[in-house]
């Protein structure tokens, strides 16, 4: 009689490691994407004309948000730019996005989708 009651706690406990393992394997991806973003976004965005003549670093702020718009566009299209700073040369962009669970739905509920977010910079020093 136990058996099968230790069975299907076993069989749940394993759902839940591989739906966290998702949402981590989610994180980890948007990390990475947003990161690349900050980076496609101090590239686009630096002036180079202020830079030369002036030898102060200056980002045009819509140039860098369109450069991290479309870069996070072609990482994954669900990827969503929160916000976006630029302070003192350094450009920090927080992303999210939303992550299915796997087996959770089945639960009843259990929820269909985690919420995920990351912050990533990318710093220009002279």
Not at 32 to 38: P, V
Not at 45 to 66: C, H
Request: proline content about 4%; aromatic content about 8%; some cysteine.
């Amino acid at each position: 009689m136990l058996m099968p009651a230790a069975v299907l706690v076993f069989i749940v406990l394993g759902a839940l490691c591989v739906d966290f393992a998702a949402v981590h394997l989610g994180q980890r991806e948007l990390v990475a994407a947003a990161q690349g973003a900050a980076n496609d976004a101090a590239v686009a965005g630096f002036s180079n004309s202020a830079f030369y003549n002036e030898g102060d670093v200056r980002f045009d702020e819509a140039g860098a948000r369109e450069a991290a718009l479309a870069s996070l566009r072609a990482n994954g299209p669900e990827y969503r730019l929160r916000a976006m700073r630029i302070v003192n040369g350094v450009i920090t962009l927080e992303v999210v996005t939303t992550v299915p669970t796997i087996f959770a739905k089945a639960v009843p509920g259990g929820p269909n989708s985690f919420e995920v977010d990351s912050q990533a910079t990318a710093d220009l020093d002279q």
